[in-house]
């Protein structure tokens, strides 16, 4: 019994001992620190082991130690691993800590490159915020100016097509005012050649036919000024004259000139200064003078009734001034007056007052757009007021300087041409030198000067006179042409004038411009008188050098 006793005992503890070792292994192999503690639990169970039972249970000892030992073993070599699988991770890691390190540096590099690219979006999107803002004003800006160019085309374009219009009707009107007065000089030259015609026809024919030829030079200068003033060739040559004598050598050029003022019983009033003071004035006699003579023109023409009226007053910039700033001068008419339609373009080139067929005004619709630029040129201005059917008031302006010396009757004579002394002159002891190319202003000087009782020479060129004035030193004045052939009239003068320089040489050509009479006083000529002339005017002209 007690033997199996002690066998149930012995395999109790041995099963105790192996649940107690497999446990203990289990923590061994988890938690090492139970080595040691197994080792003085298992002393301890030895001890009380009863002597009996050492034998049996020293095989338990070895198998435990052995274990233990196995277990430490495994313990270590698993150490070993887990030491080198920790280094390997160590390497790992610290691999992967540097690839993470170097990925953190691109992606800060990146996020850097990205918010550089968002500030530089941001920019773009500024600049094409600005542009957008900038293309938009733009296409306001070209839609604005291609509506204005729009505009300005069907301006030109109604402009141009008025301006062809007007054209048109300029040069049939021109057409009808110059074959108009041709007609006349024609008719009526021919009608002089009649043998059956009295003295007294032959005045009247004579008559006409120099208004005709002063209608047909008028339209000629008209046309002449306007082409002057498109090109800018236009010249202002200043001089001093008096107004009081200027406007009645006007008055009456005008009651010479218009004989159906009575006819129509129209009275024309010269209306003299209210000051009674007489101004002379420092400007264009000549471009004055065209100016007055379009305005009575114009109010002779369109006036069937009533008064005209002319003169001027002094404009004062304040009460104390002695002497005027400006002068003033006025034309006023009972005539037509103007449509108010036609107001503002009565100063432009080729309109009329009145351009209705049925009733017809002779003219080229030049006067006006003239006289503006004109006055223009010379320091002024024009305006009128008007009332249709019962007339109108033309205003210009004059600067005045403060001047006291009136110009010589010579002078006035060279500018306003309208100075004539006497009709017979006695210069039987005067020989007068005509150089000249063309035959028939030969023969019309040599109708003219042979009536004084003058001796003629005639020269066709400019070497001929230099000739002819070295031959005869008792010629008293040259009548020279500046436009021949071999030697023109300027070089002739020169010449002239180195061999007697107190001999007068008058010059005479077709061209008008300022510059033709600067060039001839250049050149020494005393005087200067532009073609075509009168006998009166060309007598009255020699006789103040003669």
Partial sequence: MSYWSDLRADAGLCSFRNRYLNKLFHNIIKYPVFILFALNFESCIVDDIAQSERHAFSLNIILSITIIIAVIVIFLIREQKIKKQYKKLERELRIRIKKIGEQEDKIVQQKQEVYSQINLSDKQD????????????????????????????????????????????????????????????????????????????????????????????????DILDMSKIQANQMVIVKKEFSIDQFLQEIYDEIVTEHKELEIKNIKLELIRNKKDKSYTVYSDPVRFRQIFLNLLRNATKYTEKGYIRFGYEPLFDSDYNNEPSMLQFYVEDTGIGIPPEKSNFIFEWFNKIEDDPSKLYRGAGLGLFISKELLHLMGGEIWFNSKLKEGSTFYFTLPYFDTTEVKSAKVRKQTSGQSIKKENYDWRKKTILIVEDEDNNVLYLNEIIKRTGALTLEARNGKQAVKLVEENPSISVVIMDLMMPEMDGYAATRRIKTIHPNLPVIAQTAYTNAREREKSLEAGCDGYISKPYNRPELLDFINTFI
């Fill in 126 to 221: 500024e600049v094409i915020h600005n542009q957008t803002i900038e293309l938009e004003k733009s296409r306001r800006h070209l839609e604005k100016t291609v509506e204005l160019r729009t505009r300005e085309l069907k301006d030109a374009k109604n402009k141009a097509e008025e301006s062809d219009r007007l054209k048109t009707a300029f040069l049939e009107n021109m057409s009808h005012e110059i074959r108009t007065p041709m007609n006349a000089i024609m008719g009526f030259a021919s009608l002089l050649s009649l043998t059956d015609i009295s003295v007294q026809e032959k005045g009247k024919y004579i008559i006409r036919i120099n208004n005709n030829c002063r209608l047909l030079l008028k339209l000629i200068d």
